[in-house]
């Protein structure tokens, strides 16, 4: 036999829970009360967070580890103006996190008094942010890929078909290893007025490449801003921001000609070249020597190779690059 009838709190037990929601509602009042009296002796601007919708982007302004440390949550972000709130205002931690917040975000804050209630509703919806990947400036550019476009796209005209049917991340790649099997030494991505214009700068000319639906635009650009290290919220003034391209050393050092016209004809048009992971793989002084790079990363591996021997063992390997390249 089903028991249809639902569990029904006895009416004593129904007015205490009332009771005790009650209290707690003139507990809360009194703490703010207390709190915004207290904002008005520190001169500060008070605010009360419950039921305060608090944007994603706001909220993401200061990580949670950040938010726990010094005490301060974004609740509101609009343009290049961002209102913190904090339990604590004369923290003097707090007030250097404030000044870096501005510098690296380039944006003026103020700082508004809040209860630690009020503190702990806003850390509360740090649970409802969405995980966000961590972003990798720059682009890989693999030998499978020169490969596959060197296979399919013998013309511009390839190209643009290929452009019209990958997505934006692949689209930059796209576009980069275009340019450098063509030995362009400039890239355009220019917006105009129906669609945008893909140019590439070849032997002084500049020729159309490819052609972009001009709704693509600003997912282009903000994946552009993101390799280069840009801040994609500005848009109301230029920025500087540079991108590495890195290519898979496999392809060239195979053939030891071939990859010295290669890096010549990139330093022609105004590359700078780096041999990474120096001390793995292919690397030897003899490329260091024979090949023109202006840079040089020091694998790890290379480093721990030398720990058991002395200091100046090490300190003549590096002294023979140096003369090499001198």
């Known amino acids: 036999m089903i028991n249809q009838n639902p569990k029904v709190m006895p009416a004593s037990e129904e007015k205490e829970e009332k009771l005790k929601e009650k209290l707690e509602a003139i507990r809360l009042k009194e703490v703010e009360e207390k709190v915004q009296e207290q904002a008005r002796m520190l001169h500060l601007p008070y605010i009360n967070l419950t ?24 609740f509101y972000l609009a343009g290049r ?32 008094f809040v209860s630690e209630h009020s503190f702990n509703l806003a850390l509360n919806a740090y649970a409802t942010l969405p995980k966000i990947s961590k972003i990798v400036k720059g682009v890989e550019i693999k030998e499978e890929d020169f490969v596959k476009y060197e296979a399919s796209i013998k013309s511009f005209r390839d190209l643009n078909q290929a452009i019209q049917k990958t997505t934006v991340t692949d689209l930059i790649t796209l576009i980069i290893a275009g ?18 214009k893909i140019r590439f700068r070849i032997d002084g000319i500049l020729i159309d490449a490819a052609t972009l639906p001009k709704k693509s635009w600003p997912q282009v650009i903000s994946r552009l801003k993101l390799i280069s290290g840009l801040k994609i919220n500005i848009i109301d003034r230029p920025q500087d921001g540079r991108f590495t391209i890195e290519l898979t050393e496999s392809s060239y050092i195979e053939s030891f000609e071939y990859a010295k016209q290669t890096i010549k004809k990139l330093k022609d048009i105004g590359l700078k ?39 100046l063992s090490l300190v003549k390997v590096f002294s023979q690059i140096l003369l090499m390249r001198i």
Not at 85 to 104: H, Q
Not at 179 to 189: F, G, L, P, Q, T
Not at 287 to 293: P, Q
């Open 51 to 74: 039921g305060f919708p608090i944007g994603t982007e706001a909220l993401s302004l200061i990580s949670y580890d950040d938010a726990l440390s010094y005490q301060v949550v974004c």
């Open 81 to 112: 103006k961002a209102r913190l709130a904090s339990p604590n205002p004369t923290n003097p931690d707090l007030i250097e996190f404030r000044s870096k917040v501005e510098r690296l975000n380039d944006l003026t804050t103020e700082l508004y």
């Open 179 to 196: 340019a450098v099997k063509s030995w362009s030494s400039d890239i355009h991505i220019e917006a105009e007025e129906f669609d945008v």
């Open 273 to 311: 070249i780096s041999i990474d992971d120096f001390g793995t793989g292919y690397s030897s002084l003899r490329y260091i020597m024979d090949l023109d790079v202006d840079y040089i990363k020091i694998d790890k591996i290379f480093i721990q190779n030398y720990q058991y021997q002395s200091q």
